[in-house]
């Protein structure tokens, strides 16, 4: 069942529940007050009846007509005999039937206990006067046949005290009645009866005009019911609609926030769409992570390619190498020497290419290096005077002011120098200039190789940092290279929390700028001894 229906129903319910509860205290008042009206007839019905009773008159037809018209009235011994009795309606009057009477009880209920009412002084009234004939009044008795004294002044004499309840009808053709009985001052009981005809009509109306009001206003709570329901669901539908459009792929779609932060809907609207930020943020980030993924896998299954593929050229070298010497070549001493020392630059480039790729794969997984103080400009020194041994048709300047210190590791900062100016010698003709200088920025120690070479193009600028790069790939492999130099210095000057770009040299060449967290000058800290 839909939670739409489910709350039309609750509606409906609570509708029918409220208009019942209202109908029938309506309904019960209203009775109430129409049963009061006719209380009040027959209390005025009751004062000169009793009164003339009281002085010894007869329950006549016209005694009552004089009083209210259209009532019926008994006069009963407290045993229940019936003395005398005036039917509600003339027909009944005149055929002598008394069949229109209200269906009363053999014990008049509410008696017990009750005051008779004291025979008046006065003069007698003239309705009465004709009940009385020549007879005397007649002397009041009390049921137990004493005497009872006239009341001297008309303060003691009372009336009016009766007992008031409803008959029902006996047939559906005969009304209910309601009924006043009240005590005579001889003892006899005085019932007066009026018929609840026009009640019963005007009840039987109350309840038709209910029914209808109840009905019109019955269709009117569900029609706004209708309304309301699908005003207040609306958001959830927002909800839905922002859910179908997320599950065709759009992340970003969010919950049209229109409702106040305090409201329920408001709140709830801030937090799907903080739930919803908070699965897109992560779903991006797990999309950004399988994309890394999948661009070190490849990137690492090119690096198995490039590797074996470098390794495979001094390989076939030293298997041709000993085809040759199988060949008989041992037997001659020149192609020997040859044979040999080709072996030699083979097995060489090879350890080599080997002691890289260990080195990187090392890096990768990061490897513990040393951090100690290092000095660089010492560093660099060394570096100057070993490749200008190598290598002295390209002189090197060296430009340090200050002594530039850093932490970490000795060894493999040298390989990073050492690296650069080997590729000065193996990617610029002989006779090229190269300066190595260093100095500081800021909190950066700055070691900037550049030479005045053939320089870099502007892909070789952006790519010369990729694992077995080389730009001119028959002249880097007549150099013999691998392409894994810079590569190398790009990893350890990383795993030191540096970072290193290739620039173009002003006026030609190419420039390696490497930064790295420089120690603080003993003489620049703050809180440095003094
Ligand atoms: N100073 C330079 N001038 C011009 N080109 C350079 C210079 N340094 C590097 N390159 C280019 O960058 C490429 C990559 O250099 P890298 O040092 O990584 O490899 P390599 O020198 O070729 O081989 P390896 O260093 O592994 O022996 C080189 O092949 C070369 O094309
Ligand atoms: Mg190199």
């Not at 739409?4 to 109908?23: D, E, P, S, T």
């Not at 932060?261 to 799907?272: F, I, N």
């Not at 040759?324 to 080709?342: H, K, N, V």
């Amino acid at each position: 069942m839909s939670l739409r229906f489910r709350l039309l129903i609750a509606v409906a319910v609570i509708a029918v529940v409220a208009l019942i509860g209202a109908g029938i205290a309506t309904y019960s008042e209203f009775g109430s007050y129409l049963n009061g009206q006719v209380d009040t007839t027959l209390q005025a019905a009751d004062v000169p009846i009793e009164t003339c009773l009281n002085q010894g008159g007869h329950l006549t037809v016209s005694l009552v007509e004089e009083s209210v018209p259209g009532i019926f009235a008994e006069v009963r011994t407290p045993a229940g005999h019936v003395i005398a009795s005036v039917p509600a309606t003339d027909e009944d009057r005149q055929l002598d039937a008394n069949l229109d009477r209200p269906a009363l009880p053999a014990r008049i209920p509410g008696l017990a206990g009750m005051r008779p009412s004291s025979r008046p002084a006065g003069p007698v009234s003239d309705a009465c006067a004709d009940t009385l004939g020549n007879e005397p009044p007649p002397q009041v008795t009390t049921t137990s046949g004493a005497a009872v004294s006239t009341p001297e002044s008309p303060e003691a004499s009372h009336l009016g005290e009766g007992t008031y309840f409803t008959t029902p009808a006996t047939r559906p053709d005969e009304p209910a009645y309601r009924v006043r009985a009240s005590l005579l001052a001889n003892g006899d009981v005085l019932i007066l009866g009026s018929p609840l005809t026009a009640t019963g009509d005007t009840l039987s109306r109350l309840l038709l005009i209910e029914l209808g009001v109840s009905g019109a206003a019955l269709l009117l709570a569900l029609a706004l019911g209708v309304l309301l329901v699908g005003i207040g669901l609306r958001p959830l539908v927002e909800v839905e609609q922002t859910a179908e459009l997320i599950m065709d792929g759009d992340l970003e779609a969010r919950v049209p926030d229109r409702f106040r932060a305090r409201t329920e809907m408001g709140r709830l609207t801030r937090v799907l769409n903080r739930m919803l930020g908070r699965i897109s943020d992560e779903f991006q980030e797990r999309d950004r992570t399988e994309r890394a993924l999948r661009r070190s896998e490849s990137r690492m299954r090119q690096f198995l390619a490039d590797a074996s593929h470098e390794l495979r050229t001094p390989i076939a070298a030293v298997s041709a190498y000993s085809e040759l010497f199988s060949r008989g070549a041992d037997s001659r001493p020149e192609d020997l020497t040859r044979i040999l020392s080709g072996i030699q630059n083979e097995t060489a480039r090879m350890s080599r290419l080997v002691a890289d790729l260990m080195l990187l794969t090392n890096l990768d997984e990061g490897w513990p290096l040393q951090h100690r103080p290092v000095e660089l400009v010492a560093l660099c020194a060394d570096a100057v005077h070993a490749a200008e041994a190598v290598g002295s048709d390209w002189p090197v300047d060296l430009i340090a002011t200050e002594p530039v210190e850093v932490s970490g590791d000795e060894a493999r900062l040298r390989q990073v120098v050492d690296n650069l100016l080997s590729n000065v010698r193996s990617h610029t003709p002989a006779g090229t200039g190269c300066t190595l200088r260093l100095y500081r920025d800021a909190t950066d120690a700055v070691i900037e190789v550049a030479d005045h070479g053939p320089g870099l193009g502007p892909e070789g600028l952006e790519r010369v940092f990729e694992r077995f790069f080389r730009e001119d790939t028959s002249r880097a492999r007549a150099s013999g290279g691998a392409g894994l130099g810079l590569a190398i210095v790009k990893a350890i000057v990383e795993a030191h929390g540096g970072s290193v770009v290739a620039l173009a040299t002003p006026g030609g060449g190419a420039t390696f700028r490497i930064r790295l967290p420089a120690v603080p000058d003993a003489a620049d800290a703050p809180d440095g001894p003094g």
